[in-house]
Nanobody, 129 residues
Framework: QVQLMESGGGLVQPGGSLRLSCAASGFTLDYYGITWFRQAPGKQREAVSQISSSGTTTYYADSVKGRFTISRDNAKNTVYLQMNSLKPDDTADYYC??????????????????????WGQGTQVTVSS
């Protein structure tokens, strides 16, 4: 069955970096876009970044542009989120998600959690001194 597993979270100081991984299994990653979301305590889940199936199209939330980079290695069935210049406001549980069908969500829909049928369990990121 479709499974997504996040890893790489942890405690980091402001200004530090982390790289999150989303390992996919049960399907061929090549045909699917993947989106990272995050959810801070008491807040709604928000989209962070999407990468298309080919890796040629990426979207970012304004709050992370210039600091986060999404990438993928289809040979390893893994999508990455490199997070630099981390801020306390980046503290959240981070999730990767996949739509039910192939391809990726459009620019007007990628941010909407209802677009996604499959979710990982999440990895916690804490940015604190």
């Amino acid at each position: 069955q479709v499974q997504l597993m996040e890893s790489g979270g942890g405690l980091v100081q402001p200004g530090g970096s982390l790289r999150l991984s989303c390992a996919a299994s049960g399907f061929t990653l090549d045909y699917y876009g993947i989106t990272w979301f995050r959810q801070a305590p008491g807040k709604q889940r928000e989209a962070v970044s999407q990468i298309s199936s080919s890796g040629t199209t990426t979207y970012y939330a304004d709050s992370v542009k210039g600091r986060f980079t999404i990438s993928r290695d289809n040979a390893k069935n893994t999508v990455y989120l490199q997070m630099n210049s981390l801020k306390p406001d980046d503290t959240a549980d981070y999730y990767c998600a996949r739509r039910r069908g192939t391809g990726s969500a459009s620019v007007s829909r990628w941010w909407n959690p209802t677009e996604y049928a499959y979710w990982g369990q999440g990895t916690q990121v804490t940015v604190s001194s």
